[in-house]
T-cell receptor, first 117, second 115 residues
Framework: AQSVAQPEDQVNVAEGNPLTVKCTYS??????LFWYVQYPNRGLQFLLK??????LVKGSYGFEAEFNKSQTSFHLKKPSALVSDSALYFC???????????????FGGGTRVLVKP | DGGITQSPKYLFRKEGQNVTLSCEQN?????MYWYRQDPGQGLRLIYY???????QKGDIAEGYSVSREKKESFPLTVTSAQKNPTAFYLC??????????????FGPGTRLLVL
């Protein structure tokens, strides 16, 4: 079974400060990892994903995430947060399987980010 | 939200009524998915379809049904058997491949409320 944990329900940060949203995962074998963002009453928007290779993945809107296999983590980061980054962020994982039972993603519970001016 | 549309934006269900949520995509994706989102919880998979005329149950399929008669369309019916249907429903689609991490793209969602 695969699972994702986002240990913080909410992260508060001042505009211009670095932003980090934490994610840890559990999966059999090598993971595929995703970050999505959701604005109020909207669908999820894809930010970035890790498949293989470089542990630092760069994505949309200045976000990046670092894959750490030994710590089974995939934390989302942004060097300088904007008020417009205030939203709900989801981490998701999929295990690499030879016989995939669907492209099934398992999502974390979400972390609300509030960036204050 | 790209090329995925969901309708209606809000839907009200009366006790004992079946309601159908629409999902259409013009991305030429083979795979489509339905998720349920409850406050404070992540997304939970209801059903998914990898190809036309085939679909699989997800983690919380009870009380729901789907069909996949066309590649572009994957409607979800919330039946009267679903006792707690109030939630935000999200449809997604992706390229289908068994060995790669294809990105899922989401529609804008439908909020279902019970009268």
């Amino acid at each position: 079974a695969q699972s994702v944990a986002q240990p913080e329900d909410q992260v508060n940060v001042a505009e211009g400060n670095p932003l980090t949203v934490k994610c840890t995962y559990s999966v059999s074998g090598n993971p595929y990892l995703f970050w999505y963002v959701q604005y109020p009453n909207r669908g999820l928007q894809f930010l970035l994903k890790y498949i293989t290779g470089d542990n630092l993945v760069k994505g949309s809107y200045g976000f990046e995430a670092e894959f750490n296999k030994s710590q089974t983590s995939f934390h989302l980061k942004k060097p300088s947060a904007l008020v417009s980054d205030s939203a709900l962020y989801f981490c998701a994982v999929r295990a690499l399987m030879i016989k995939a039972a669907g492209n099934k993603l398992t999502f974390g519970g979400g972390t609300r980010v509030l960036v204050k001016p | 939200d790209g090329g995925i549309t969901q309708s209606p934006k809000y839907l009200f269900r009366k006790e004992g009524q079946n309601v159908t949520l629409s999902c259409e995509q013009n991305l030429n994706h083979d795979a489509m998915y339905w998720y349920r989102q409850d406050p404070g919880q992540g997304l939970r998979l209801i059903y998914y379809s990898q190809i036309v005329n085939d679909f699989q149950k997800g983690d919380i399929a009870e009380g729901y049904s789907v069909s996949r008669e066309k590649k572009e369309s994957f409607p979800l019916t919330v039946t009267s058997a679903q006792k707690n249907p109030t939630a935000f429903y999200l449809c997604a689609s992706s390229i289908w491949s068994s060995g790669r991490a294809e990105t899922q793209y989401f529609g804008p969602g439908t909020r279902l409320l019970v009268l």
